[in-house]
């Protein structure tokens, strides 16, 4: 296996993992909407818990839209690497714009957080 497919298959683990983290991160953060819903009473009853909600469907639901399209881009780059190696710049650029999918859920769920702590 040539290095420039290892480091596409290394990219799209660390894209996996992380993705999986985040998920599981905001997955459990409803176990501490109790304490965050004493610390901000000026928001309505339940607004904390769907907070919670809110910002861990939008991590998991971008990171899986993001694996999605990384895994489709992914394949075809390592197609056009098999034929033309010097297109590697343009296609880790490619799998990067995938990767912002993630990123940006990533955002809104920070947003949603700051607003709620």
Do not use: C, D, H
């Not at 309505?44 to 489709?72: D, K, M, T, Y």
């Not at 990533?106 to 607003?115: E, F, G, V």
């Amino acid at each position: 296996m040539s290095n420039r497919v290892k480091a596409v298959t290394y990219l799209l683990a660390g894209t996996a993992l992380i993705s999986v983290i985040a998920t599981l991160i905001l997955w459990w953060s409803p176990a501490l909407a109790a304490e965050a819903s004493s610390a901000a009473p000026a928001l309505p009853e339940g607004a904390v818990q769907w907070g919670f909600l809110a910002a861990a469907l939008a991590a998991g639901l971008s990171s899986l839209g993001a694996g999605i399209a990384v895994a489709s881009v992914g394949s075809a780059a390592i197609g056009a690497l098999a034929e033309k190696p010097e297109l590697l710049g343009r296609t880790l650029i490619l799998v990067g714009l995938a990767e912002g999918i993630a990123i940006y859920g990533l955002i809104i769920s920070i947003l949603i957080l700051n607003r709620i702590m």
